[in-house]
């Protein structure tokens, strides 16, 4: 099926993105901001899914915005709110923060305008309908060991975060 | 236009592959509102059921055996009173029924009804579901929260912790499953919901008796999970109401209360199709291999309308146990043409056409309905558990075994 209303649905979902992205930081109340973050994981998974990356799609639907923020929202509640929400919400570093803007600014740019150069002249155009079993070849193939290393690190967080909470094992 | 519309029908897929947008709303104003309906006829089932469970009468009153106490309920529940607590967060309280309405209805547009019958057919199908489904968590989460209130509060922190927890043991067992679509000639499984059916079709047999007894022990992790998942009873501690009155829910009322409960049984139906596809076989008929050939084909596409025949019957007992006195005249008549609408809809699916289109939906449904029921036998019949008990047996039963399994599965898979 041919895709519909590609421009439209791009701009919808990154500008859903960044509006969301501006919600986290100005927003005063912390599960406000948690609220804000999950409608930009969304909106992330949608511009996945544009990308024809379905299986990316659904994997960061469910452990992001199912999982992870669901944890978040855990730790959210059981802190004390009242207190966080008379706290400074900026600091006063706005100098050091302009030049950091102006780098990343200046960076983007720098890729739009030279971005022809940097790509590949054709869009390789990927097959939607073995998206998962590409990712799997490439995760379980290519990579076995980068990809097995990476989960032993997981098991080490595991590990460690066990031995902190517990005092006696 | 018209071919636009016309051409669908002759095509063999699903609106949402055949990028039909006309028969796509079509379908999903159909699958909307059956899902409604079946709502409003489970919410009479279950109090119906549960009365006669314990050996009461339940709904009498309005309409021939309360059959109109759904609706009744509906109006009720939209002319009350919307209360907003004053403390409450505002926002966050109004949008937080829309999120569970929106997570448990979203999952029907991959449900197959049919090889042809779904709104359409991902390729990440059962993922799809898994994290749309788990996106209701957020919204019980939000509910409680946003209420500002000590018992929601305390119901949306164990239901956040009790979702959580049960969704891996879930992913582990859906897992196993998935693997079993990939005994094949290519070695390659699917994750479409329609794929899956598939994949049963063609090793001729229901994943639920696979590698006996793997897929069973999958299957009962996984319908374990579901009652856990769905905050239904004997894991219904997030609303346990000698406990916590209602829990998340307790600040809530009228309209946004009923979109709760329209969320929850949504959500039931949406979990119990897809234990449906991955176990038993989704649309297929009973028995296709031991009992194939026309004849049994024939045979089965009736049962559907005498099933229906059977209900009329049912309907007209019930017209000639009436009461004779006057008072009952019109709860008589009513009953009596809900009977002969229910003998009408029997005679419609004899008709070939519609037998032929009807029968896949209808094996879904019926498995379904089992589900359904299954559901409000758990409710009737199990204590609820403690809160550390339900942690137990999510983190040191299932989930381990649901591990073993899929490990087993995997060395099934290869040897065979």
């Known amino acids: ?169 | 236009m018209l071919d636009y519309i016309t051409s669908y029908l002759s095509s063999n897929t699903t609106p949402g592959q055949a990028g039909n947008v006309f028969w796509a709303l079509v379908y999903i104003m159909i699958v909307f509102g059956g899902v409604s309906v079946a709502v409003m006829a489970m919410n009479w089932l279950e109090r119906k059921a549960l009365a006669h469970f314990q050996i009461r009468l339940g709904p009498m009153r309005v309409g021939p055996h309360g059959l109109l106490q759904p609706i009744a309920d509906a109006i009720k529940l939209l002319t009350k009173e919307d209360i907003v607590p004053a403390e409450a967060d505002k926002f966050v309280f109004w949008i937080a029924p829309l999120i569970i309405l929106c997570a448990s209805f979203t999952v029907y547009i991959v449900i197959p009804f049919g090889p042809t019958h779904a709104i359409t057919d991902l390729n990440i199908g059962i993922l799809f579901m898994l994290g749309v489904s788990s996106l209701s968590v957020l919204g019980v989460v939000m509910a409680g929260w946003a209420s500002n209130s000590h018992y929601p509060l305390i119901g949306a922190l164990r239901s956040s912790a009790q979702m959580v927890s049960y969704e891996v043991a879930m992913g582990m067992a859906v897992v196993s499953a998935i693997l079993m679509t990939s005994l094949n000639k290519t070695g390659t499984g699917t994750l479409s919901m329609i794929g899956i059916v598939q994949a049963q079709q063609s090793q001729q047999m229901w994943f639920l008796f696979k590698f006996f007894p793997l897929g069973f022990i999958a299957f009962g992790i996984f319908a374990i999970a579901m009652v856990a998942e769905t905050n239904r009873a004997p894991f219904d501690l997030p609303e346990a109401e000698s406990e916590l009155t209602a829990g998340f829910h307790t600040e809530y009322s009228g309209l946004r209360w009923s979109l709760f409960m329209l969320g929850e049984y949504a959500a039931m139906i949406a979990v119990s199709s897809i234990a449906v596809t991955l176990w038993v076989g989704g649309w297929m008929r009973p028995f296709p291999n031991w009992l194939a050939g026309e004849t049994w084909d024939l045979v089965f596409s009736l049962i559907p309308g005498f099933l229906f025949l059977g209900l009329a019957l049912i309907a007209f007992i019930g017209v000639v146990r009436m009461p004779k006195h006057p008072y009952f005249r019109i709860q008589t008549i009513g009953l009596a043409g809900f009977g002969a609408v229910l003998a009408l809809i029997g005679l419609v699916l004899f008709v070939p056409p519609v037998r032929d289109r009807i029968q896949d939906i209808f094996w879904f449904v019926a498995k379904v309905a089992v589900f359904m029921y299954l559901y409000i036998w758990y409710r009737a019949t199990f204590p609820r558990y403690r809160f550390d008990q339900l942690m137990r047996v999510g983190w040191k039963v299932l989930l381990p075994v649901g591990i073993g399994v899929l490990i087993l599965t995997a060395i099934m898979g290869v040897l065979v």
Not at chain 1, 62 to 67: Q, T
């Open chain 1, 1 to 169: 099926m041919q895709p519909v209303a590609t421009t439209f649905f791009f701009c919808f979902l990154s500008g859903l993105t960044v509006l969301s992205g501006i919600l986290v930081i100005t927003q005063k109340n912390a599960v406000h901001s948690a609220l804000a973050l999950i409608f930009g994981l969304l909106a992330q998974a949608g511009l996945y899914l544009m990308l024809y990356a379905p299986f990316v799609a659904g994997v960061q639907i469910i452990l992001y915005a199912g999982g992870i923020m669901v944890l978040f929202l855990f730790v959210i509640m059981l802190v004390n709110l009242e207190r966080s929400q008379k706290e400074e919400q900026f600091n006063k570093q706005w100098l050091v923060g302009l030049l950091a803007a102006l780098a990343l600014g200046g960076l983007l740019v720098a890729v739009y305008v030279k971005g022809g150069e940097l790509f590949p002249e054709h869009i390789a155009q990927p097959i939607e309908s073995s998206n998962t079993q590409e990712i799997a070849v490439m995760l379980y193939g290519n990579y076995m060991f980068a990809f097995e290393i990476a989960s032993l690190l997981l098991l080490v967080a595991i590990i460690g975060a066990v031995v902190m909470a517990k005092k006696r094992i």
